[in-house]
């Protein structure tokens, strides 16, 4: 009866809500199971019932994260034709907007300096950047440029993610700076074709 009392109370989606900021904020190491239990008003066994350790909770944020960011771009890709150069723009202005829009999903996803954390995102850091690598190829092979094609889906990556850094550091929203992702996506692609 305790457990189920709890389970209505607390939510592992409320818990994931509220630790993904916190770790954003104070940093993994900084954090016990307790810390982000008392940041909630609960008892640190209420977050039990949901994660085992620490490691297991920051695991699920991770692949959640993820899930979400390829989930809004596979729709994205299903609503659009491969190797079109339109598609590669919409599935850029969609990570960038998802970065924007989700900053603390962003920086764990993508920012956490801890190599020991990083091992927690590497397989799914790879699935997306092979999504993205997937649609540059396609939009490169139609130019028949074996050089670019598999250098330019990391350079472009990285070119993105220094756009998404920049603004998140700066408190900045995508809606803040749509013109400007607009136009940054749009000289990236022109890079392309000359």
């Known amino acids: 009866m305790a457990r189920k009392a709890v389970e209505q109370e607390l939510s592992r989606q409320r818990i994931l809500d509220e630790a993904r900021h916190l770790f954003v904020k104070h940093g993994y190491h900084a954090l016990t199971m307790r810390s982000i239990a008392k940041s909630m008003g609960y008892s640190h066994g209420a977050l039990y019932y949901h994660f085992s350790e620490k490691a297991e909770l920051f695991y699920a944020l ?3 994260d993820f899930r979400m960011l390829l989930e809004r771009q596979k729709d994205m890709l299903r609503r ?3 190797g079109d150069m339109a598609q590669l723009e919409k599935l850029m202005l ?3 907007k998802f970065g924007l829009d989700n900053p603390n999903h962003y920086e764990i996803m993508f920012m956490i300096k801890d190599q020991e954390l990083q091992r927690y995102s590497r397989t799914e850091q790879a699935q997306c950047l092979d999504l993205f690598a997937t649609v540059v190829r396609s939009v490169v092979a139609r130019q028949k440029d074996d050089k670019k094609m598999y ?6 990556f990285m070119s993105m993610h220094g756009f998404i850094s920049y603004n998140i550091h700066y408190n900045q929203t995508f809606e803040d700076v749509r013109k400007l992702a607009e136009q940054h996506v749009k000289y990236l ?3 392309l074709r000359g």
Do not use: A, K, M, N
Not at 151 to 156: A, H, T
């Open 62 to 64: 991770v692949t959640e």
């Open 80 to 82: 659009t034709r491969l």
């Open 94 to 96: 969609e990570f960038i």
């Open 151 to 156: 250098s330019l889906p990391w350079s472009l």
């Open 189 to 191: 692609c022109e890079g």
